[in-house]
């Protein structure tokens, strides 16, 4: 059974810093993961798809890169903002009919 | 208008209740999905759905029913609502296998 845990579950940084949050999966036979940011009282909003096949996807600022290997995924946000404050879940999905199996989420500050 | 729609936004109601989530989406998606999202313990899957004739169910599906009245609507029904069942619920869609998956902004439940 697939298990996502994301440490930490809280980062605060300076706006402007480069950062990275870190997602690890526990069954390698991954099939995609998929990165999302929820603000308070509202739903989820994708940001990056990764497939299996794939090492890394880039939309903007993000990127988010897949280690199968390793059981790894990271989320790369650069030139952080305020407006990236938010919590940020990972989900990875293996093959068949098989649910999205959710982290707990980073909670992520960008002071000003 | 949002893509996926999700009413009422907030509830409260007493323990024994029945009570009807509803879920709209103007995407055009076939799948659609259920979570519940409870603090310290992520998003789970409740129901999905892969057409008008297609339902199944998620990680933690007793004590739930649901309904797919047309391609876009899904609703979750607590058929005798309990404490325990107090969380943030959310809809999802997607269109097929492997593809993301969008949310609705969700409904705060609350039973007491």
Redesign the interface.
Known sequence: KQEVTQIPAALSVPEGENLVLNCSFTDSAIYNLQWFRQDPGKGLTSLLLIQSSQREQTSGRLNASLDKSSGRSTLYIAASQPGDSATYLCAGKNSGNTPLVFGKGTRLSVIA | DAD?TQTPRNRITKTGKRIMLECSQTKGHDRMYWYRQDP??????IY?SFDVKDI?K??ISDGYSVSRQAQAKFSLSLESAIPNQTALY?C?TSTGF?????????TRLSIL
């Open positions: 996926v310290g313990l992520g998003l789970r899957l999905y199944n998620g990680e959310f999802a492997g593809q993301p998956q969008h949310f609705g902004d969700g």
